[in-house]
């Protein structure tokens, strides 16, 4: 392919575009609302499929109006008239048959230069400079470009009933929303620049039942912009002072909604049909930020989803709250439904060395696909009532949704451990999300719920930068509209519907922790009720709350942001008399924020109440970056401090644990203590609380609490550990005890468990580098890694592979039946410089002859050293305590405490 065919291809788009434009001047309703422009004809059914464009704040009311039934051509009369709607793309197709497939607009593939070939060739193009090979051939790398789809076009299967007036349809809409490009230059070709194809996809794929000659919606969703991921790459001088480059928001602001209208001749002498209740069936779906004192007033008074629509109401109509997001799709039983709007595109994922011997610089080995977007999938099963008949009203659906999670960056990653951030030969990689390791996104979340049509239920709520994030569904079809009475009817037949569960974790002064010493016997619902009113008046900080609403399949909510780092499994160090050439396999990618996952649960049928469930919750945000030097002894201008890479550090804390809960009551279920071997300088110790509460629906006017003893779910109590420092020599924990309350010893680490069998976590999460070579033990297992002595043994060669590693540190328990088990670090990690003489150059020698011959290199790698303890035992008695020394001035005392509720 030519320029000239570039030039070609470019003029018949742009001619594409001028008469699209004039079709967007006809009335956007039109094939939707009124007369069809050309009558159809006898035998006829033809497909009508409309793409309309309008604000975010419009396609939120527009929903909410959306209670059922199918008045679609008035609401968009009434939108049009005031000038809200805009007309995107439009296609008609005709056919003579009750059964078969409407299609239209062809497809249309982009082809792009991939940056693995496009890095190929501009290495053996280096090399043919230097007179070592012949220049490679350009028609090659042509034959090799990627290709995306960048066309609108659709296909809807189809099957009429002529009788019901009803049409069973398979659709799938692909809708381009142009093509954006962003130059590289990391590898430059000669006479020809380089882009990193960016694609804008709103994609559609859905089942339905509709009716004919009505307008109906196939599904809507966000519309991605993402025009400012092309902004100029940075100059070699401007890379000086840029380190991270905030690449793009995803446009938030305008809504893509897809209508249909299959029309027919015969239809219009037919009767009007009775709706089934399966015709029309959508899901609708809406994401708010909402001011945390706002959404915690009407949380704390929350009884089941009966006020969901009205707080919905209130929030999308008042100043409380932003609309984020909404969508719909419509929705075929037992078939999965999608509606998707996104930016992807195909960017490095894993190095390699350059293999030509002029230029030193990573070229990429593997790509990933990156991608922001908006998604909503959905199943529906119509679920039998309690007496086992077909209910019409009553449906069992799984549910996915998420959102762009933050703006994406660009990060400029070195080519050698020795060059810094303003390397000229670096590599350009993203921070966004990336398949398969985030493919539903870090903000997302899945559930299953039991609905009613025309129920408003928030699916999922969690605290993410300073707002809540709530998501709220509703499931309509195009049947009547219920009554308030048939919905609270509905809602009191079954007391083991889908529930929300709702998590906060709170942090207060480590003073807080002296109720616990002194109690005897611990009331959790008490003590969960007193931290949330210390919320309210101040003297206590929500830091993350995470609520999800579950039915029976395992419930995922994330409220995070992508994390990119040079990572992957390890480093390959390629020494050279000028440095040494590194390279990643893969690109490190975390989710930093907040995670909950709902695994387990039993209802107790005995009338108490009383739910088990089974909840991990994960929390990690970004503390800082450890810089972890690598550099030549041969290179005296090189040191610690101004070589290597950064790997990140985390603040991390985990709880993942069963508990008894009674519907409606908040309780407290977990606490942690912030470790002394996570903390830096001038940091200041907290309390971390977990309080959890279970819904309770509009069957029980206050909730039931049933005491402990008297319910079949069967708890050990309050097991409390602590890490104690002082100046005794006494096993005695009673002593210890005693020597607490005077304030004459310290606590150092500290977890509580108020449920059942479970894992509680808090610290750091250290990610770090290892050279030393394992391969005379056979392994490199994180044993080896994590317990290696300070001083490197003699022989240790530097490992073809560096590891790189992450563990957390700080404190882990857990507890399983009657046994637990603790793993703690005694101090912060201790950083060491291992030296590495006699290792031979490689680059670009490896493979080669010259390799046995070549120089001899001292290499230093940095790492740290952990002082580790572990312990373990078996639980005391109701009541009693147990004590381990764990060094000359600390113990371990760990005791059982009841509970009363």
């Given at each position: 392919m030519n320029?000239?065919?570039?030039?070609?291809?470019?003029?018949?788009?742009?001619?594409?575009?001028?008469?699209?434009?004039?079709?967007?001047?006809?009335?956007?309703?039109?094939?939707?609302?009124?007369?069809?422009?050309?009558?159809?004809?006898?035998?006829?059914?033809?497909?009508?499929?409309?793409?309309?464009?309008?604000?975010?704040?419009?396609?939120?009311?527009?929903?909410?109006?959306?209670v059922g039934g199918a008045s679609w051509e008035e609401k968009l009369v009434k939108l049009k008239d005031g000038g809200k709607l805009e007309r995107v793309s439009s296609w008609t197709d005709e056919v003579r048959s009750l059964k078969g497939e409407w299609g239209g607009m062809g497809r249309v593939e982009h082809r792009y230069l991939s940056l693995i070939h496009v890095a190929r060739y501009w290495d053996n193009f280096i090399e043919s400079e230097v007179g070592k090979s012949k220049r490679p051939d350009m028609a090659e790398l042509l034959n090799m470009m990627g290709e995306g789809d960048r066309a609108t076009w659709g296909e809807v299967g189809f099957e009429i009933d002529e009788v019901t007036q009803l049409v069973d349809l398979n659709i799938h809409l692909h809708i381009n929303r142009g093509l954006l490009e962003r130059e590289c230059k990391s590898w430059p070709l000669p006479n020809m620049s380089v882009f990193k194809a960016i694609f804008r996809p709103w994609e559609l794929k859905a089942w339905g039942k509709v009716a004919l000659n009505r307008v109906f919606l196939m599904g809507a969703q966000m519309d991605v912009d993402g025009r400012d991921l092309i902004a100029p790459q940075p100059t070699n001088?401007?890379?000086?002072?840029?380190?991270?480059?905030?690449?793009?928001?995803?446009?938030?602001?305008?809504?893509?909604?897809?209508?249909?209208?299959?029309?027919?001749?015969?239809?219009?002498?037919?009767?009007?049909?009775?709706?089934?209740?399966?015709?029309?069936?959508?899901?609708?779906?809406?994401?708010?930020?909402?001011?945390?004192?706002?959404?915690?007033?009407?949380?704390?008074?929350?009884?089941?989803?009966?006020?969901?629509?009205?707080?919905?109401?209130?929030?999308?109509?008042?100043?409380?709250?932003?609309?984020?997001?909404?969508?719909a799709v419509t929705l075929g039983l037992n078939e999965e439904c999608r509606v998707d709007s996104k930016v992807t595109w195909e960017d490095v994922g894993g190095f390699e060395p350059s293999g030509n011997s002029r230029e030193f610089r990573v070229v990429p080995c593997e790509t990933m696909q990156f991608s922001m977007k908006h998604h909503l999938r959905a199943v529906v099963r119509q679920t039998p009532d309690i007496k086992g008949e077909a209910r019409s009203r009553r449906w069992k659906?799984?549910?996915?949704?998420?959102?762009?999670?933050?703006?994406?960056?660009?990060?400029?990653?070195?080519?050698?451990?020795?060059?810094?951030?303003?390397?000229?030969?670096?590599v350009e990689v993203p921070e966004a999300d990336a398949d398969p390791y985030q493919e539903n996104g870090s903000e997302a979340f899945k559930?299953?719920?039991?609905?009613?049509?025309?129920?408003?239920?928030?699916?999922?709520?969690?605290?993410?930068?300073?707002?809540?994030?709530?998501?709220?569904?509703?499931?309509?079809?195009?049947?009547?509209?219920?009554?308030?009475?048939e919905k609270v009817r509905l809602a009191l037949e079954d007391p083991r519907r889908s529930r929300g569960l709702t998590t906060w974790i709170i942090e207060t002064p480590l003073d807080w922790g002296d109720k616990l010493l002194r109690v005897r016997s611990l009331d959790a619902v008490a003590f969960g009720n007193e931290l949330l009113a210390a919320v309210d008046d101040g003297s206590a900080e929500v830091v993350g709350l995470l609520s999800n609403e579950r039915l029976d399949e395992e419930g995922n909510l994330m409220l995070a942001k992508p994390l990119v780092f040079f990572g992957g499994y390890g480093v390959l160090a390629h020494p050279h008399a000028k440095g040494i050439l590194f390279r990643s396999r893969s690109v490190g990618l975390e989710s930093v924020g907040d995670q909950a996952t709902r695994f387990r649960r039993v209802y107790d049928p005995t009338g108490g109440g009383e739910w088990l469930e089974t909840v991990m919750v994960r929390s990690t945000r970004l503390r800082g970056w450890n810089q972890w030097g690598v550099w030549l002894s041969q290179l005296k201008n090189f040191h610690a401090g101004n070589s290597g890479f950064?790997?990140?550090e985390l603040a991390s804390h985990e709880m993942a644990l069963s508990a008894a809960l009674c519907p409606g009551v908040a309780k407290l279920i977990a606490v942690t203590q912030t470790s002394k071997a996570a903390m830096k300088e001038g940091m200041v110790g907290k309390l971390r609380w977990y309080v959890s509460k279970l819904d309770v629906h509009k069957k029980w006017e206050t909730?039931?609490?049933?005491?402990?003893g008297k319910h079949p779910i069967k708890e050990r109590g309050m097991v409390q550990a602590m890490v104690l420092k002082g100046d005794s020599e006494s096993l005695d924990a009673a002593r210890w005890l005693e020597m607490l309350g005077a304030g004459v010893c310290e606590v150092?680490?500290?977890?509580?468990?108020?449920?059942?069998?479970?894992?509680?976590?808090?610290?750091?999460?250290?990610?770090?580098?290892?050279?030393?070579?394992?391969?005379?033990?056979?392994?490199?297992?994180?044993?080896?890694?994590?317990?290696?002595?300070?001083?490197?043994?003699?022989?240790?060669?530097?490992?073809?592979?560096?590891?790189?590693?992450?563990?957390?540190?700080?404190?882990?328990?857990?507890?399983?039946?009657?046994?637990?088990?603790?793993?703690?670090?005694?101090?912060?990690?201790?950083?060491?410089?291992?030296?590495?003489?006699?290792?031979?150059?490689?680059?670009?020698?490896?493979?080669?002859?010259?390799?046995?011959?070549?120089?001899?290199?001292?290499?230093?790698?940095?790492?740290?050293?952990?002082?580790?303890q572990r312990v373990n035992g078996k639980l005391p008695a109701m009541g009693d305590a147990v004590i381990q020394r764990l060094s000359t001035d600390t113990v371990l005392l760990l005791r059982r405490i009841p509970l009363t509720r």
């Open positions: 320029r000239f065919a570039f030039l070609i291809a470019g003029w018949v788009l742009a001619a594409g575009m001028v008469v699209g434009q004039q079709q967007l001047e006809r009335d956007p309703l039109t094939g939707l609302v009124g007369e069809e422009e050309e009558p159809v004809g006898k035998g006829e059914w033809r497909l009508n499929t409309t793409l309309l464009r309008m604000s975010r704040a419009d396609a939120g009311r527009l929903l909410l109006e959306d001088e401007q890379l000086k002072e840029l380190a991270e480059r905030k690449v793009f928001e995803v446009e938030n602001e305008m809504v893509l909604f897809a209508f249909g209208k299959v029309v027919g001749a015969e239809a219009d002498q037919a009767p009007v049909p009775e709706v089934r209740s399966d015709s029309g069936l959508r899901m609708q779906c809406w994401t708010l930020a909402v001011e945390p004192q706002s959404f915690s007033k009407w949380m704390a008074n929350r009884k089941g989803t009966g006020g969901d629509e009205g707080a919905l109401k209130r929030w999308l109509e008042g100043k409380q709250a932003e609309l984020l997001a909404c969508s659906v799984y549910v996915e949704a998420g959102r762009p999670a933050a703006p994406a960056v660009w990060k400029w990653w070195k080519s050698s451990m020795e060059r810094g951030d303003d390397d000229p030969w670096g559930t299953d719920l039991d609905l009613d049509l025309g129920e408003v239920v928030m699916a999922s709520a969690g605290l993410k930068d300073g707002r809540v994030h709530a998501t709220f569904v509703r499931l309509v079809n195009d049947g009547p509209i219920k009554t308030e009475d950064k790997q990140p909730a039931v609490v049933t005491p402990v150092i680490d500290s977890a509580t468990f108020a449920g059942g069998d479970g894992t509680l976590k808090t610290g750091m999460d250290y990610y770090f580098l290892n050279g030393r070579d394992y391969q005379q033990t056979g392994s490199q297992d994180e044993e080896l890694v994590f317990s290696a002595p300070e001083k490197m043994p003699e022989q240790t060669k530097l490992a073809t592979v560096m590891g790189l590693w992450h563990r957390l540190v700080g404190l882990e328990i857990t507890i399983s039946g009657e046994d637990w088990s603790i793993f703690r670090d005694e101090e912060a990690p201790k950083v060491v410089t291992d030296v590495f003489p006699n290792v031979k150059v490689d680059w670009p020698f490896a493979g080669d002859e010259r390799y046995e011959k070549s120089p001899k290199l001292t290499v230093n790698v940095q790492r740290p050293i952990f002082n580790i």
